[in-house]
């Protein structure tokens, strides 16, 4: 079949600006971290109009901004900024903004982002990996287990909040848990749910953990920033991600991110969003408009 080439949403990319000021992780002395023991590429201002740009002739109609760990202190001014860009730029359409979920005073955080029109939802980064401990972001296993993390996902509930949910196999059968709990709650499984590498027995671990979420329909899978642990851009990863995933939850519960520009360390969104076509092209018009554009779009409500 011919490549896609209808209109895209990309549902996970970042916006950096002021970097001094609003991103004091950037300024720490280099360690090793999820995407790699040097990610001194990544420290360089990636604004609105240098997404647009990337995304004019690939026909990104929409997009949706994820929280890239701006000062946690003031988490409300990532999003004020944001809509002020989208508000001038038309882009982002949608904002994931950063909320601790276990906070006391959680509901009047989450009222202060969704005073602003483009908030859609909330991410927390949970991941924990039980061997590396450079890939962990909680400081333990059964962190999104507790209470008060049970209580913060249930007030997203309440206020009409979707929730991105970063972890690794691992943490599946937490995740489906948390989403029998909260069977009104829409969650996004992030970058396919971290795949590590390509050999068997890692796929086979990975894709027998998703199999726990198959039943909780509100759980999605946002099939993005696939190279975080090859840091090559990878037809091989790409592919094994996308067409399990697509195989096992369909186009009505997989849709398309970049994770752009932390990608850019590794390959131009152009080759990006390319490979990531090319590893669909055997499928039909309608998937790939569903895994592309549609999905998204009703996910976050954009």
């Known amino acids: 079949m011919p490549r896609y080439d209808g209109p895209v949403v990309d549902s996970h990319h970042h916006i950096l600006w002021d970097l001094e000021n609003n991103y004091p992780w950037m300024n720490r002395p280099m360690r090793p971290m999820i995407f790699g023991d040097d990610w001194s590429a990544m420290k360089q201002e990636y604004l609105v109009t240098d997404l647009k740009t990337d995304f004019a002739p690939h026909d990104v109609v929409k997009s949706v901004h994820v929280q890239a760990n701006f000062d946690i202190s003031r988490p409300v001014d990532e999003t004020a900024g944001l809509q002020a860009m989208a508000d001038e730029h038309d882009y982002p359409h949608g904002i994931v903004a950063y909320t601790d979920l276990t906070d006391p005073n959680l509901e009047s955080v989450l009222d202060a982002h969704l005073a602003h029109a483009n908030t859609r939802g909330i991410r927390q980064q949970v991941y924990w990996h039980p061997s590396n401990e450079y890939w962990r972001h909680v400081d333990r296993a059964d962190f999104c287990l507790s209470t008060s993390f049970r209580r913060g996902l249930a007030v997203l509930s309440d206020k009409g909040l979707t929730f991105d949910f970063q972890g690794f196999a691992s943490q599946f059968g937490d995740l489906a848990m948390l989403a029998k709990e ?21 796929v086979e671990e990975w894709r027998e953990a998703l199999k726990v979420l198959l039943p909780y329909e509100n759980v999605f899978i946002k099939v993005s920033g696939l190279n975080t642990f090859t840091r090559t851009l990878d037809d091989t990863m790409m592919s094994i991600a996308s067409n399990t995933a697509l195989d096992m939850f369909g186009t009505d519960r997989c849709f398309f991110g970049s994770n752009y520009p932390v990608e850019r360390m590794w390959t131009n969104f152009g080759h990006y969003i390319s490979a990531q076509k090319n590893a ?9 408009e569903k895994f592309f554009h549609d999905t998204a779009c009703g996910f976050y409500g954009i």
């Open 182 to 202: 909260n069977a009104n709650l829409k969650i996004c499984l992030v970058h396919a749910g971290m795949l590590t590498g390509t050999d068997d027995s890692t």
């Open 280 to 288: 669909l092209d055997a499928r039909s018009d309608a998937e790939n």
